[in-house]
């Protein structure tokens, strides 16, 4: 897994830079939002994610093409029009699955790797020559999010039972809480994707500066998985100060609104 988004980093000095700066900014901007404002915008944040999350499930399981993508997203932006409850709790359990298998799949890898296959890893830089197109940049990224997806798929064929049984118990921890302490496990929820947001984003936008975030994440870890854990505990704290005020805003324009509807009514 490591080694397909090492060759992405590679290639990425070749990308149009539209197909880096956009998608980055797009993930750093909507990251910023879900981090400290997700919870008290739920209905928003739900038709955001649902889209993101039906392009990735139309991309990768429906039809690996930009049109079952496409449809995927809008069928999904619409469900979570209606369904934003059960949105944000789907996310709460794909999220508790997915950190699982992260974190799992990178102590078994991270500590079982030789110190030979850390310096290869080092030793590798971008791969120079002619910028491609729009069309070809989206092309290269598109294969790389296939090979990607293949290597999860196998990552998970080659996972132990009892990891799997370890993520069970965090997707039933998740579903447990989600109905007791639903603030908290959404102000969470909201923190964890936020910040997983804004470090793709990030990525995506070093990638267009010529560095090699990928590899600098790789050799440490440990101090990026502490940022990851303190980035997601600020946000989480900050939802559950602000979230409250942010309701009780909304409420309050929502009951505003039909008495001043009302007001010019009687005053026509």
């Known amino acids: 897994m490591f080694e397909t988004l090492q060759n992405f980093e590679q290639s990425a000095g070749r990308l149009s830079p539209i197909v880096l700066i956009g998608p980055g900014l797009a993930a750093v901007l909507i990251g910023l939002f879900v981090w400290l404002g997700?919870?008290?915008?739920?209905?928003?944040?739900?038709?955001?994610?649902?889209?993101?999350?039906?392009w990735v499930c139309g991309f990768f399981i429906v039809g690996r093409n930009v049109m079952a993508a496409a449809i995927s997203a809008v069928a999904a932006a619409l469900v979570g029009t209606v369904l934003y409850r059960v949105i944000i709790t789907i996310i709460?359990?794909?999220?508790?699955?997915?950190?699982?298998?992260?974190?799992?799949?990178?102590?078994?890898?991270?500590?079982?790797?030789?110190?030979?296959?850390?310096?290869?890893?080092?030793?590798?830089?971008?791969?120079?020559?002619?910028?491609?197109?729009?069309?070809?940049?989206?092309?290269?990224?598109?294969?790389?999010?296939?090979?990607?997806?293949?290597?999860?798929?196998?990552?998970?064929?080659?996972?132990?039972?009892?990891?799997?049984?370890?993520?069970?118990?965090?997707?039933?921890?998740?579903?447990v809480a989600g109905f007791y302490l639903q603030r908290l496990t959404s102000a969470l929820s909201c923190a964890a994707l936020g910040?997983?947001?804004?470090?793709?984003?990030?990525?995506?936008?070093?990638?267009?500066?010529g560095s090699v975030p990928i590899g600098i994440i790789y050799n440490k870890p440990l101090f990026y998985a502490a940022v990851f854990g303190v980035m997601v505990a600020f946000g989480t704290i900050v939802q559950?100060?602000?979230?409250?005020?942010?309701?009780?805003?909304?409420?309050?324009?929502?009951?505003?609104?039909?008495?001043?509807?009302?007001h010019r009514w009687r005053t026509s």
Request: proline share 4%; net charge positive; aromatic share 8%.
């Open 38 to 54: 997700g919870l008290g915008l739920r209905r928003v944040l739900a038709i955001i994610l649902g889209a993101i999350i039906g």
């Open 92 to 175: 709460t359990v794909f999220l508790a699955a997915a950190l699982g298998f992260a974190v799992l799949y990178l102590v078994g890898t991270y500590f079982g790797v030789s110190q030979e296959t850390s310096t290869a890893y080092q030793s590798k830089t971008p791969v120079e020559g002619p910028t491609l197109s729009v069309n070809e940049s989206a092309q290269l990224m598109k294969a790389h999010m296939i090979n990607f997806g293949d290597e999860i798929k196998h990552a998970c064929s080659k996972m132990p039972l009892y990891n799997w049984a370890i993520i069970a118990v965090l997707v039933v921890i998740s579903i």
């Open 195 to 209: 910040t997983l947001l804004i470090f793709t984003g990030m990525i995506l936008l070093l990638f267009y500066k």
């Open 240 to 262: 559950l100060l602000l979230g409250p005020r942010l309701e009780s805003r909304r409420k309050k324009a929502g009951q505003e609104e039909p008495a001043q509807r009302k």
